[in-house]
Nanobody, 113 residues
Framework: QVHLVESGGGLVQLGGSLRLSCTTS????????LAWWRQGLGKQRELVAR???????VYTDSVKGRFTLSRDNAKNTMYLQMNSLKPEDTATYYC???????WGRGTQVTVSS
């Protein structure tokens, strides 16, 4: 059974920081590319960032320079460090396997002004 669990969301003020985590089971973690997606209320789900098994990363333009994606294969975990948060970052953030339709349940991030 493939299982992905997100954590680390919360309420933060404009300019603050959060670190999201995604812990996986049921896969050989280092073999898989992973991604963070997000969905705000009334909006379409969008890709935030993705990371290969070797640690190469790609970010959507709106988060470049503010968010940093990383992974620890020994812990079966990937992280999203989010700095300089803005109200438009408010969304539910989801962990996903690239190329496969396996999702976590999401963690809520709310940024107040």
């Amino acid at each position: 059974q493939v299982h992905l669990v997100e954590s680390g969301g919360g309420l933060v003020q404009l300019g603050g920081s959060l670190r999201l985590s995604c812990t996986t089971s049921g896969i050989t973690f280092s073999d898989f590319d992973l991604a963070w997606w997000r969905q705000g209320l009334g909006k379409q789900r969008e890709l935030v960032a993705r990371i290969t098994g070797g640690g190469e990363t790609v970010y959507t333009d709106s988060v470049k320079g503010r968010f940093t994606l990383s992974r620890d294969n020994a812990k079966n975990t990937m992280y999203l460090q989010m700095n300089s948060l803005k109200p438009e970052d408010t969304a539910t953030y989801y962990c996903k396997l690239r190329w496969f339709d396996y999702w976590g349940r999401g963690t809520q991030v709310t940024v107040s002004s």
